[in-house]
């Protein structure tokens, strides 16, 4: 089982619309989670820190659900510019990130 | 400027080359990390450093070694380049074990 699993999509969606990505870990002593969104051939940055109390940036919402292990991001309203691939990034021993493969997103017109 | 700077950004080299990738950052964090990024594979951990001289291996280290002479720069070398190496590369930086990473720009690189 790999330690961060995610759908890898495409998750092909029209403008407008709201969407939800899942991930799952695999180390329940994981401290720290995150959401990255990469642009093809570009460098990974920082979406948003996911809380256990759940947290919201705009419209994007990131949920934690450490019980059954995942990692939720919801889009809401999406745009052309989101179209990226999104990467779910656990940190489960404060050495080192583990990303998950990611979830590729196109938003049509 | 970026905050965290890697040269080259493209490279393309012969099998059995020596290659070193920099990377220097202005963020003043004090760790360090070098991936690679294979098509379809997600990001690797190669090595990474929490101080100077302080190096740990990663997940796939075979084939490199770093450097990290400063807190700004952390250089990844491939000794003897052979093209399963071709990928792209990134450094990162992060100010503490829990907090998240920023990359820098990334480098392509061939090798034929």
């Known amino acids: 089982r790999k330690e961060v699993e995610q759908d890898p999509g495409p998750f092909n969606v029209p403008e407008g619309a709201t969407v939800a990505f899942n991930c799952t870990y695999s180390?329940?002593?994981?401290?720290?989670f995150f959401w990255y969104r990469q642009d093809c051939r570009k460098e990974p940055k920082l979406l948003m820190s996911?809380?256990?109390s759940g947290n919201e940036d705009g419209r994007f919402t990131a949920q934690l659900n450490r019980a059954s292990q995942y990692i939720s991001l919801l889009i809401r309203d999406s745009k052309l510019s989101d179209s990226a691939t999104y990467l779910c990034?656990?940190?489960?021993?404060?050495?080192?990130?583990?990303f998950g493969g990611g979830t590729r997103l196109m938003v049509k017109p | 400027d970026a905050d965290v700077t890697q040269t080259p950004r493209n490279r393309i080299t012969k099998t059995g080359k020596r290659i070193m990738l920099e990377c220097s950052q202005t963020?003043?964090?004090?760790?360090m990390y070098w991936y690679r990024q294979d098509p379809g594979l997600g990001l690797r951990l190669i090595y990474y450093?929490?101080?100077?001289?302080?190096?740990n291996k990663g997940e796939i280290s075979d084939g490199y070694s770093v450097s990290r002479q400063a807190q700004a720069k952390f250089s990844l070398s491939l000794e003897s380049a052979i093209p399963n190496q071709t990928a792209l590369y990134f450094c990162?930086?992060?100010?503490?074990?829990?907090?998240?990473?920023?990359f820098g720009d990334g480098t392509r690189l061939s090798i034929l």
């Open positions: 990162a930086t992060s100010p503490g074990p829990f907090d998240p990473q920023h």
């Open positions: 180390n329940s002593a994981s401290q720290s």
């Open positions: 996911v809380y256990s």
């Open positions: 990034v656990v940190n489960p021993t404060g050495n080192m990130l583990t």
């Open positions: 963020k003043g964090h004090d760790r």
């Open positions: 450093s929490f101080d100077v001289k302080d190096i």
